[in-house]
Structures are given as structure tokens and as C-alpha cells.
């Protein structure tokens, strides 16, 4: 009878990082195993992935789940934080003490780890890094925390990084925008950004195409945009907006851009890994990491700036993507992400 392991994760969320994540994280799981997602939009993951689900916000069903599969793994993202709540927390604690209660291998795969605001936060997760079997962190940051709550384990790549690179073919193409709503931007604040790609848009006479990356969160932002009047006149002609459904949508529209301005972590990857130029806006510090690990400009949003300053930096980065060896470089620390799933899985 084949083994079953429980992948838990942001999966079906329509949020295409996260669906990213999920294909990374299916891609590396040994062949003898068979894959059952935690999903909200289950039919959505089934019919993607072709793989069984079960309906991550129903906490019932996935304890009852867990009790038929050999193992549990928590792949990619930063599941163990208290910023969404500290019941998101005692979720996931649910889940790794049923699992250690059953005698069953648990993993935190490529994880990142926090933001931990609460006392009770860091005792609990203190108490949960104990239980696992495996840990790999997606980032110095997540390392450092946990060795600070007594897991000293070791760091690589974003597990999307995983995902196998595409060759550009986008000198010359559009200007592709993947941006979120944040508290960081209201009304006015969005201005300098809007007034910049206008007048980068129509000095090299691109089309912007806007691709939200969250379904859900940021797919109204350019009619918002519009709404609020802040659009300029010209900008708001050349752009359109577009849909992915899967991951691998997304890097096609990349491939054939002549930027990419990301705002969301896997945005910015994804466009890398096509080979893209990349230029960051920074709503997270996880965002500018990266930013700095490609080696491409990034504008932290929490600071001022003029419309200039946006304007000179994106021109200089337009047709000029990141060097091959660069995202060769990030790949080369992702076997330990690859080990850490094998030595814990394949028993």
C-alpha cells in the first residue's frame, strides 16, 4: 500500500507564492510518497497538482487526515508566526503535537520563522521546535530566531528558487507590474511610483501589464488606483491587466517583459527565475533580501521619494536583467532543502 505524507500549507489561497511554493515542494518529494494538501480551494489544487486534498480550514478534518499518513510536513512560507493571530499558531501546534503524539516524522521545510510579537508566541514555538524531526530554514533571519529558541539548524534559498530557470526573451517587451495594497501606501503615496512608470512607459513607448499575484488582495488595485484619480491619463491607456492561474503562467509573462517591478517575494523570484529584469518595491524586509541577493535595485516604500529617483532607477534596470550566475549562485545552496526532505522522509 503506497505512503501518504500531509503537505500543510497556504495552499489554494489564490495566491500564486504559495501555489509556487506547493509545485517546489511536489517536485522534491520522493516518487514512493503520495501527496495529501491541506487546501482551501481544494478543486482548484486537485485539478492543478492532481493531487488529493483536504480542507485546510477545517482543523477537524485535518487532524482526522493526518491520522492515515505516514508523515507531516510543513512546506514553505512562514507558518509559524503570530502576525495573521496567535491562533494560526495553536493551528499548526495542533497539528505537529497530533503528529509526535503518533510517533511520525515532522518536517519545517524551507520555513521561514516569525515575526513571534508575543511571549506566548515564542514559549509555544520554543516548545514546537522540539518536536521535529527535520528543520530547514528559507532564510539567515528565520536561522537566527530559532537558534534562539533552541533549534540550531541550518538556512538556504526560498524554496521557490527550486523551480527550473526559463531563458528571457523579453528585450523590448512590456513593463510588468505585480503590485500589493499596503498600510505602507494610501491615496497620495502611490503617486511618485505612478508618475515614474508613466513616464518610463512613455519614454520607451511600453505596455504596462498589471498581474496581480493575490487573486483576492490584489486584484482590484488598478481600478482603485483609477477610482482614487491618481492614475496618470497616459499610464492609465497603456495599461491592462492580466490573470495567471498557475506559476507557470506568470513566468511566461515574465519571460517576455522588459521589467518587472514586484512588489510580493515569489513575484520577484518567479520573474528572476524567467530571467527577467527585476526591480523590487520593498514592503518587507523579506522583499529587499532578496533584492539584494539578485543584485537589483530596490525602493523601500516605508521611505519617502520622488517620482525622479523611481524614474532613474527603473530606467537603469529596463532590458538589463540579473546575471545568469547570480541566480546559479542562489540555486547552488538549495541541496540542502532537497537532503533534509530525503533524510527525513525516506526511512
Known amino acids: 500500500m503506497p505512503q501518504s505524507v500531509l503537505l500543510c500549507g497556504y495552499y489554494g489561497e489564490h495566491n500564486l507564492g504559495d501555489d509556487a511554493l506547493l509545485q517546489a515542494l511536489l517536485g522534491e518529494l520522493p516518487e514512493s510518497l503520495t501527496p495529501v494538501v491541506t487546501a482551501f480551494d481544494e478543486v482548484e489544487v486537485q485539478q492543478r497538482h492532481g493531487v ?8 477537524k478534518a485535518v487532524l482526522a487526515r493526518l491520522r492515515s499518513c505516514q508523515a507531516l510536513v510543513l512546506g514553505g512560507g512562514s507558518l509559524l508566526q503570530d502576525s495573521t493571530s496567535f491562533n494560526s499558531l ?7 503535537t497530533a503528529a509526535r503524539l503518533q510517533g511520525k516524522p515532522v518536517v519545517l521545510w524551507a520555513q521561514g520563522l516569525g515575526p513571534l510579537k508575543r511571549r506566548r508566541s515564542r514559549a509555544l514555538v520554543r516548545l514546537l521546535l522540539r518536536m521535529t524531526t527535520a528543520v530547514s530554514w528559507r532564510d539567515p533571519e528565520s536561522a537566527t530566531l530559532a537558534r534562539g529558541l533552541g533549534c540550531d539548524a541550518e538556512h538556504a534559498g526560498d524554496a521557490v528558487w527550486l523551480l527550473p530557470p526559463q531563458q ?6 512590456p513593463i510588468v507590474v505585480c503590485w500589493r495594497p499596503t498600510p505602507l ?24 501589464l498589471w498581474l496581480p499575484f493575490h487573486r483576492e488582495q490584489d486584484g482590484s488595485l488598478l481600478e482603485q488606483l483609477r477610482s482614487e484619480g491618481l492614475m496618470p491619463e497616459g499610464l ?3 495599461s491592462r491587466q492580466l490573470s495567471a492561474g498557475h506559476p507557470r503562467e506568470a513566468m511566461a509573462v515574465f519571460r517576455s517583459s522588459g521589467l518587472v517591478l514586484a512588489m510580493r517575494l515569489h513575484a520577484l523570484i518567479l520573474a528572476a527565475l524567467s530571467g527577467a529584469p527585476v526591480s523590487a518595491l520593498s514592503y518587507d524586509p523579506k522583499v ?6 539578485l543584485r537589483c535595485d530596490a525602493l523601500d516604500v516605508a521611505s519617502s521619494r520622488s517620482a525622479s529617483e523611481c524614474l532613474q532607477q527603473w530606467s ?21 532543502h532537497r537532503r533534509i526532505l530525503k533524510s527525513a522522509l525516506c526511512r
Open 168 to 173: 528571457w526573451l523579453g528585450r523590448g517587451g
Open 236 to 238: 492609465s491607456r497603456r
Open 288 to 293: 529587499k533580501a532578496c533584492a539584494d541577493q
Open 52 to 59: 488529493e486534498t483536504v480542507q485546510r480550514r477545517d482543523l
Open 90 to 96: 495553536l493551528y499548526y501546534g495542533a497539528l505537529l
Open 316 to 336: 537603469r534596470s529596463l532590458d538589463q536583467p540579473p546575471a545568469s550566475s547570480v541566480i546559479a549562485s542562489i540555486r547552488s545552496t538549495l541541496e540542502l
Open 185 to 208: 501606501l494610501q491615496g497620495t503615496d502611490w503617486s511618485p511610483y505612478l508618475e515614474a512608470l508613466d513616464q518610463l512607459a512613455s519614454q520607451a513607448d511600453r505596455e504596462v
